[in-house]
């Protein structure tokens, strides 16, 4: 099957158009403390402009359930990514709070640790870098020969850029692409490098 893909980090009116344009499967947009923090106010504005077939996953690190309850209520998210220490029963009361699918992120530090996660109620995984002190978006690419084989589809972060987006895929066997700093220039969106990233990962496909 294809492999699908997610731009995260949107925050200008000119990213969604860009969207819009390349028509990734996903974009994310990051409430969490960081240079690509969005409020829930610009968040709600940049969903309306959002292509309908485009999905909207909210990312958030260690907030209060009832915070992204809210946010998806309202419809500015579809999914729910979750970067922080997260447990079962966040993940299982945000789930009935919402109903909404739930990505719960790992960074990667060890085998075991991909596979402890696996076993938590959530629909997919992403496989991130870990870096000391940040919770993601940090450009920094990991180990895939970590990854063992798993059952729940999951998507595939850190460092990956246009370049090396393919391989990446092919050895992980992932089910979706995520990037963020290599589709930027001095920090915003580029519309060149995401038009390239959502080319080499659908080229993939063939
Ligand atoms: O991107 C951020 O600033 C961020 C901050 C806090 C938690 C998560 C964050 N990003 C989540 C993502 O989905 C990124 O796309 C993912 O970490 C990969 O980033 P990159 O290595 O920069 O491509």
């Not at 909207?56 to 209060?64: L, Q």
């Not at 798993?150 to 998507?155: A, G, T, W």
Request: charged share 25%; hydrophobic share 40%; proline share 3%.
């Amino acid at each position: 099957m294809s492999s699908k893909v997610k731009i995260c980090g949107l925050r200008r009116l000119r990213d969604i158009e860009m969207a819009n344009l390349y028509e990734p499967d996903y974009v994310g947009f990051v409430f969490a403390a960081s240079s690509r923090q969005v409020t829930e106010e610009d968040a709600e504005s940049l969903k309306a402009e959002l292509a309908d077939g485009i999905l909207a996953a909210g990312v958030f690190v260690n907030a209060p359930a009832v915070q992204a309850a809210r946010i998806a209520e309202k419809g500015i998210i579809d999914m729910i990514q979750l970067h922080g220490d997260e447990d079962e029963a966040y993940i299982c009361s945000l789930k009935r709070l919402t109903g909404r699918p739930v990505i719960k992120a790992v960074r990667v530090q060890s085998r075991e640790q991909i596979l402890q996660a696996e076993k938590l109620p959530c629909d997919y995984l992403l496989l991130d870098t870990y870096t000391k002190g940040q919770y993601g978006g940090s450009g920094k690419s990991f180990d895939l020969s970590l990854i063992p084989g798993l059952s729940k589809p999951f998507f595939l972060a850190g460092g990956l850029n246009a370049e090396n987006v393919r391989q990446a895929l092919e050895i992980s066997g992932a089910f979706a692409a995520d990037v963020s700093s290599a589709v930027e220039t001095d920090g915003y969106k580029d519309t060149d490098k995401v038009k390239a990233f959502i080319q080499a990962v659908r080229e993939e496909k063939r």
